[in-house]
Each structure stands twice: as structure tokens, then as C-alpha cells.
């Protein structure tokens, strides 16, 4: 559709059911809105004759399993109704040019950008090649496109905005040059191999995954390369509750070492077991080497697998909650998670700059508001910067978004929702 003809169709309602099933019916207006803008951007850009498509792609939470994925361990995570919008064309030649709002445009030549960098430089140009290399890897089609993306999936806020950047990149390359026929689990994985491989970045496989498949899941990555991913049909909005991501405005800078520290103390143990992931090896094997383990790799990686194993369990309990509409059980089990990851998986804030403790702050804040309520908090994704997330009763949220925007600043707490669907063509 001609990019004249995209906007009339937005404004004339032809989206509006799909707006409706993905975002929520009071917010069809606003989405309209954001979508026309988003054409204009890329017919201002990349001309107005252009036969475009419109794409989104969904942020996420992490609900239960934090610091799990990595080591082949499971979790429970659900995309949110924060997301990424593409404007997307075909284009002739072998350069995908990318203008994300706010940032300069990329251009990816991907017949000269085929393999990593010697040294990666963590730069977006970096994940585009990555997942054009993947799906080239993988035996799928490619080629050169624009692209004009904007996303309230704001960086560093805890909700994967690097995941759903990739996501989008193999979205778009899915339905131009594949008939959609890649699945998101699929472009999930390619994901992972983009920021793995090309960025630099040694995550796990739970963001991409949350945020291409949608609504909430479980994961089990006892098998990568296979997950077993399984729908977990519970509506927490339904139920009367608000899924509240508080962001503290931590310095994400200089924190690569701190996240990769996690999977690396954790793989270390298992090594002693010649192992290489901690999924691998027994608990008790674990509880029975400790002194061992001490010596050799010290009392923090000692923790941090302790953390895997009950964090698993955890995860298996919330799961079993989640599908039988217990509440209580889930709760009591965010909160102990909360503890966990706390004292003993210790990604809370980061040893480099200890008086920066956002984390901590907001935790202590959420307690003080919510303790003695129906109601759980706990560190949200990766850790020591960035985010926490509170789940709130309906008649506690105004005060508890108030309060907690009164000590971290104003918009510190995002009130969100579950959204039905991940990695999607409009």
C-alpha cells in the first residue's frame, strides 16, 4: 500500500480492529495517531510512492526466573502493551537503511556486513547485520529495506527494548522477503545469535522470546535450540491487578561486566562438574562440593548458583499458580524471588558504585507501600540499574504510581498491561 494510501486507511479506521485486539480498545485513538505520524516520518525520509507495511513489536516483562535463562533454566515472562513500530519498504540494492526517532539513522550494507566485528562495538548496526546474517545462516531470504521505527520501549527501562529492536529487524525481513512464514521462536533465536554474536552482548534467550511470541509464557530452555514454550492463560488485568514497572533512572553505563558476571560465575561452577551450563548438574552435588567450590571460584558464584536452583523451583510453583488463578501462591513466591535476587544472586546495584542504589530504594519504597496488602515486588530483568516491578491492586495504583513518582521522578512508574500478541505485521 502506497504510503499516501497507508495514512487514509489509519485515520479512516481500517486498523482499527487490529489496534483494538493488540493495545486495548481505549487506546485505538491514540495508536492512530502514532501510526499516521510514523508514515509521515518514513514517507518524509524514504519517499511518498513507497509500498510500505506497518509492523509492531512488544517490550516485555519478565514475571518469574530472574538470571535463570542462561543456564538452560526456565521462566515465566509476557509481553506488555509498550512496543516498537516499524514503517517498513522493499529496496532496491544490498543497504538496509533504519531511522529509529531520536537516533541517527543506520545503514547496514549487508553484502559487505557478513560476519562480527573483531571487536564488537555495541552499536544497532551491529544487531541488523546480525539477524540478516542469521537468516542467511538459517536458509531464509533476505534484503535490503527502510525503515522508520519510534518506541516508548525506552532504553534502559527494563522491558527489553534491544529484544524487541531485533525482533522487529527479523519481523520486517519475515514478511518482505519470507511471506511470514519464519516463526517468531524462530526469529526469537536469531535474535539471540545477532546480540550473542555480532553485538557482543552474551544474553540469554527469554527477552527475545517474550517479546516476539506474546501474552504470558513459559519457557523451558533445557533445550535451546528447542524451548518448550507453553501458553499460560491468566488475564492479571482481569483479575484486578496492575502490572507496575518502576523505572529508577539508574547509569546503565559500564554495567556489561556486571551482567555478564552473572552467567559467567554461574557456568564456573558448573564447570568444576565438567559441565557447561548449571541446568546440568545436580543440586546436591552443588551443596556437597561448597567448600571446594569456595576455594576455587569464591562465595559469590557459590550464591549465584544456589540462586539458579531455587529460582527454578520458583518458577515451576508460579507457573502451577498462574494456570489455577492462585494469586496468594504466585505473590508469595515474586516476593521470595525478590529476596533471592537480592541477597544471593546480588543484582540489586552494582559493586562499582555503591551509592547509587535505585534499586534498592524503590524496593524499600514498594515495601513500605504495599506490605500487608495483596500485592508483590521484586527486581525486574538484568539487574543492577534500571527497573523493579510491583504487582498492585486497582484501588492502590494511583497512590503507589504518585509515590513513587514523588521520590524517583516523575514518570518513574509505568502502569502497563498484557498484550495478547508479540511480534506482529499490522
Not at 495508536?31 to 516520518?41: G, H, N, P
Not at 560476519?115 to 533476505?142: C, N, Q, W
Not at 535451546?224 to 518502576?246: H, M, Q, R, W
Amino acid at each position: 500500500m502506497k504510503t499516501s494510501e497507508l495514512k487514509s486507511a489509519i485515520l479512516s479506521g481500517q486498523f482499527d480492529a487490529r489496534f483494538s485486539y493488540i493495545y486495548g480498545a481505549d487506546a485505538v485513538s491514540a495508536q492512530k495517531e502514532r501510526y499516521a505520524a510514523a508514515v509521515d516520518a518514513f514517507a518524509s525520509l524514504y519517499g511518498e510512492d513507497r509500498d510500505a507495511s506497518l509492523f509492531s513489536v512488544a517490550g516485555r516483562s519478565e514475571l518469574s526466573g530472574n538470571h535463570t535463562d542462561h543456564n538452560h533454566g526456565c521462566v515465566v515472562a509476557a509481553s506488555i502493551n509498550l512496543d516498537i513500530i516499524a514503517v517498513a519498504a522493499p529496496s532496491e540494492g544490498s543497504v538496509i537503511r533504519v531511522k529509529s526517532e531520536g537516533f541517527d539513522e543506520d545503514r547496514v550494507d549487508i553484502a559487505a556486513f557478513k560476519s562480527p566485528r573483531e571487536i564488537p562495538t555495541g552499536h544497532s548496526d551491529e544487531l541488523i547485520a546480525g539477524m540478516v546474517a542469521g537468516f542467511v545462516k538459517d536458509g531464509y531470504s533476505v534484503g535490503a529495506f527502510d525503515a522508520y521505527t519510534t518506541s516508548n520501549v525506552l532504553k534502559g527501562s527494563g522491558v527489553s527494548s534491544s529484544a524487541a529492536f531485533e525482533d522487529m529487524i527479523g519481523n520486517i525481513l519475515n514478511h518482505l522477503y519470507n511471506d511470514g512464514k519464519v516463526d517468531n521462536v524462530e526469529i526469537a533465536k536469531l535474535a539471540q545469535y545477532a546480540e550473542n554474536k555480532f553485538f557482543g552482548k552474551p544474553c540469554g534467550l527469554m527477552d527475545q522470546v517474550a517479546c516476539a511470541v506474546g501474552g504470558i509464557v513459559a519457557i523451558d530452555f533445557n533445550d535451546p535450540a528447542s524451548p518448550i514454550i507453553e501458553k499460560v492463560d491468566f488475564d492479571i488485568t482481569a483479575a484486578g491487578y496492575n502490572l507496575c514497572i518502576v523505572n529508577t533512572g539508574g547509569n546503565h553505563a559500564d554495567l556489561t561486566d556486571d551482567y555478564a558476571s552473572v552467567p559467567a560465575e554461574m557456568k564456573s561452577v558448573a564447570s568444576y562438574f565438567g559441565k557447561q551450563f548449571l541446568r546440568d548438574v545436580r543440586e546436591e552435588d552443588v551443596v556437597a562440593s561448597i567448600p571446594l567450590l569456595r576455594e576455587r571460584y569464591g562465595d559469590r558464584a557459590v550464591l549465584r548458583a544456589l540462586h539458579f536452583y531455587a529460582e527454578n523451583a520458583r518458577v515451576a510453583k508460579q507457573k502451577t499458580a498462574l494456570l489455577g488463578g492462585d494469586l496468594d501462591a504466585f505473590f508469595s513466591e515474586v516476593l521470595s524471588s525478590g529476596r533471592s535476587s537480592f541477597c544471593y544472586l546480588q543484582n540489586v546495584y552494582t559493586t562499582k558504585n555503591v551509592s547509587e542504589q535505585g534499586l534498592s530504594l524503590a524496593l524499600c519504597l514498594s515495601e513500605r507501600l504495599l506490605c500487608g496488602k495483596r500485592a508483590a515486588w521484586r527486581v525486574h530483568g538484568g539487574g543492577f540499574a534500571g527497573t523493579i516491578q510491583a504487582f498492585v491492586p486497582n484501588d492502590l495504583v494511583e497512590a503507589y504510581r504518585a509515590a513513587m513518582d514523588a521520590a524517583l521522578g516523575a514518570g518513574s512508574c509505568m502502569v502497563l498491561h498484557i498484550r495478547p500478541v508479540g511480534a506482529v505485521k499490522i
